[in-house]
């Protein structure tokens, strides 16, 4: 899952940045599920390699309509990546490592991005589109990182969550995590967007101080 911007609007306003900014969430998002599938495939399970999700094919990641809220509404998802946990050489552990390989591969990629902004920018100018693509790419890669990594379902920091929660005695905590913990995280979307709380603003914070320590 991914939030951000209007993006929409772009359109008519930097049409040409706008391709750039697709572009660029096609790449990272393609990224981010490949490398669930990857790991997944690592720990012994291959549905997703079966089910055509072990690609880099944007085709094969993408949902139409969660690509879709990201440009109209700021915030959506790709496909998530499925897998069997029995299959997997860590029972407990391994669905936590798979979740985990998608914000690890932002992270790389996040300061891949940044790295090469810094390098072109003072050659080409803040207004070359390949600048302003490795300033998308580097920023998006690190919030996308961040906001998976909250604790809540359906993100990829629930998986370690209720791994840690995995023993008998914890199974009401679980229950209540697995079944609320996406109103949860619903709620304080809306929240955030029709009152404008900024109870993600610090992902924005986090994610440009990355930046700007590799640039």
């Known amino acids: 899952m991914i939030r951000g911007m209007n993006l929409l609007s772009l359109l008519f306003e930097e049409p040409l940045f706008f391709l750039v900014i697709v572009a660029a969430l096609v790449f990272t998002l393609s990224i981010h599920e490949f490398f669930h599938a990857w790991v997944a495939k690592l720990l012994g399970d291959r549905t997703a390699e079966r089910e055509g999700r072990l690609t880099l094919n944007p085709l094969a990641h993408l949902d139409p309509f969660g690509f ?12 998530p990546v499925p897998y069997n946990p029995y299959n997997l050489k860590y029972p407990v552990w391994g669905p936590a490592l798979i979740a985990a390989a998608g914000p690890g591969s932002n992270l790389i990629f996040g300061f891949l991005f940044a790295f090469l902004y810094g390098i072109a920018l003072p050659t080409l100018g803040a207004s070359n589109l390949l600048v302003a693509a490795f300033w998308f790419l580097g920023r998006i890669n690190f919030a996308l990182m961040i906001f998976n990594l909250i604790p809540l379902p359906p993100l990829d920091g629930s998986k370690a969550l209720l791994s840690a929660l995995a023993s008998p005695k914890y199974q009401y905590a679980r229950l209540w995590l697995e079944t609320q913990g996406p109103f949860l995280l619903l709620g304080l979307i809306v929240l955030d967007a029709v009152l404008g709380l900024g109870v993600f603003s610090w992902i924005s914070t986090i994610s440009n101080w990355l930046f700007n320590l590799v640039s």
């Open 68 to 79: 879709l809220m990201i440009l109209v509404a700021g915030f959506g998802y790709a496909k």
